[in-house]
Structure formats: structure tokens, C-alpha cells
């Protein structure tokens, strides 16, 4: 028998604070329709210096891993391209801080906003070969632009924990998927900064033309069509990208067929214009947030594009399991995202340069505020001193 092989479980955090758009549009001297139709974003999740991609990944990870989980993980996938050493992996420091045991393989992916999907594909490849396996993928990120630029608008960060098994309890894996890589200069981020160096529209219309071939591509390997499909789900740095996307292929479909697609792309993006750009977890948080809100059934199939600039695009499908919602907490979910509390503009441009420079000298952050069970208490001698705190 094949055994089905995909996703059992999903978390998500991103950190207590956020800044509105209609506040960040008036101090930038926009239109806030710009900011909320225009681009599509409502809140942007604003990153404290006590937080940073190591930290909310193991605060994504602990909502969903049980001691026996613990026990089968055998890699650790980590997909980031805001990670914090250029040696050390971010997935040794995460498989430490969730005392997983030591046969554990870790190691840290990087492709733009694509690392997640490559770290989630190799993963499932990984299950096929041994199914009492469990693998863990991470899709953490902070992004950022840089105050007063074009791209400040579409910031954020969160990070997305997958635990991938054999008999998934959320979203089976088709094992078919197309993927197209070119060398593109759209955005990238050398060696040394902080901000990324991006061509926004340049960007959008790369990730529309790649969505386009791999779309074609991935219909004349299965010879399935926009029918086939009960919702796409799309790497959404800010809706209206996701949205174009879609306004791509819904040609394709039949009236019927547009609405229900159109109504499952309001609910994969609900989560995703209140958290801001996640990155690497962009298409994750989609996908859980149309998991969430939508009206999905088992047996539906979603598609799944994933983009990283530079560039690597690929578009795969997943089967809902009729037990996909045992596979979140929705109630903490929506906890999580109802209890942050709004920051503003001020206090958020001054959070946006207090996080650990590159000096590397010797940093105590303010602790005393921190609500996250982990966190970053600040740098000693070079080295990131991470801390735990007791949970109920
Ligand atoms: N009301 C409603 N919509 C408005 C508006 C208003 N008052 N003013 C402008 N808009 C719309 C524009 O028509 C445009 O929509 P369109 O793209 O459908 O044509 C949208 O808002 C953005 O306007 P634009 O003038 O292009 O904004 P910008 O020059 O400030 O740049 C980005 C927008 C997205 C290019 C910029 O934020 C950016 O570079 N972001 C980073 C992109 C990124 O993440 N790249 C990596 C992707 S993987």
C-alpha cells in the first residue's frame, strides 16, 4: 500500500504587537485605501528585539509537538532567509531550544521565500522512504524594507511550524508538483544588510509569469484542470499579489467555478493582511488561514503556489483529510492574533532599530514586557542567549 504522506499539523506565531495601515499610510502621506485595497494589507505584525526567526519558530513548533512527537522527529527543516549566523543553522539552535533528541539531522534552507516549500517537498520525499518518520518544517521570517521606502508597506514577520507523517491528519501530499528556476535579479540581500535590495513591480511580474508556467506545466503533467480544483492558495508577501495571481488563471473557469475560487481566496488571506509578509510562511499561512475560515471538505484539493524571488517557483497540490481541523488550534490561533495590542508609528520606527545590530558587542534587551514562551535576552561574547519561560 502507498502510504499518504503531507502535513499532520500546523502552528503559527508571530509576536504581541502590530502596527494599523491607515496609521503607517497617514504618517507616510498616503492614501490608506493604498495601503488597505491598493496593496490589501490591514495590520503588519511589528517584531520586538526580544524576538527573532530562531524564537518564534520554536514558539510556532511547541503549540504542535508532543512528547512522543519529539521522540519520532528526525530532521529539522529550517526555512528562512532572514536567519541569523552565516554558518550555524537556525535549526540546530530551534532543536535545542525544543530539546528534540540528538539523531535529529538539522539543517537551515535557504531560497528566498521559496525555503519553506523545498524544506516541506524534501520532507515528504524523506516520509515516502520511512514512514514511522516524522519530519518538522519551519517557514520563519522577519521581513523588512526599511522605514519610508516603497516596500515598508508590505513588512511583517511570523513564523509557521509543519510537522510532515505518514496519514496526515490535515493535507495529503500529491506527489506530482512543477517547479522553474531562472536567475533573476528581483530581490535579494547581500551579504552584510540588514533591508532587502528589491525591484517591487518588477518582482510582482516575475512572480505572476513564473506562476503562469509552472501552472501550465504542472496541468499538462496531470491533465487536470481549474475544475479540479476546490481553492488556490498563493506566496502572498501582500494580498493584492495573491490576488493577481488568481485574476490570472479564473478565466479558465466557469462562472460557478470563479465564485467558489474567488470566496476561498478571501478566506486564505484573512490571516495574511493581519500579520503582514511572513516570507518564507507566506503560502503557509494561507493555506492554514483558508484551513481556518474557509468552507473546505475532505477530498477537496487545493493548489499550493509558492514563489522565491531569485528566483524559484513551483505550484503543487494537497487532498484535504476529513480530520483536518484536529490538526490546529483554532481557538489559539485566534487568540493569538485578538490579543496583540496596536503600537504606534513612533514606537514602531523605534522597535525597528532596536533589534541586534552588527557589531556584535555585548546587548541586555528589556525583558520585563515579554509575554512569548521564548525569547532572545540579548548577546554575550558573540553568541544569542535565548531564554525559555515556564508555560501553564
Ligand atoms: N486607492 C486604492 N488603490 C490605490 C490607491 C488608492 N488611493 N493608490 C494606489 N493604489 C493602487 C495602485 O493602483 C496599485 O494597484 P495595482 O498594482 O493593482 O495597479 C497599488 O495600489 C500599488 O500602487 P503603486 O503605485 O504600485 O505602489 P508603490 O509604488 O508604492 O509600490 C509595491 C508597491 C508593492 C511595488 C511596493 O510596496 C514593494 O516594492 N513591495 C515589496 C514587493 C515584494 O514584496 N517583493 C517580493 C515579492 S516575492
Redesign the pocket.
Known sequence: MTETVGIDRMGFYTPDMYLEMTDLALARGE?P??YH???GQDKQAVIPPTQDVVTMAANAAAQILTPADKAAVKMVLFGTESGIDNSKATAVYLAHLLDLPADTRAVEIKQ??YGATAGLQLAADYVRARPTAKVLVIGADIAR?GLHT??E??QGGGAVAMLVTAQPRMLALEPVSAYHTADVM??WRPLGRTEAL?D??Y??NV?LDFFKTVWTAYQAQTQRTIADFAALTF?I??T??GL?ALRQVLPEATPDQQVRLQAAFEASQLDNRNVG?LYTGSLYLSILSLLRHGHLQAGDRIGCYS?G?GAEGEFYSAIVQPTFRQGFDDERLTALLANRHAVSVAEYEALFTQRLDLSGRDVQLPIGEVSAQYYLAGRHQQQRLYRQRAVD
Open positions: 492614501d485605501a493604498k485595497v491598493g496593496i528566498a521565500c524594507y516603497a516596500g508597506v508590505t528581483d530581490f528589491v517591487g513591480r518582482s510582482t512572480y506566496h508577501p501582500f493584492k499579489m493577481k509578509n514563489y524571488s
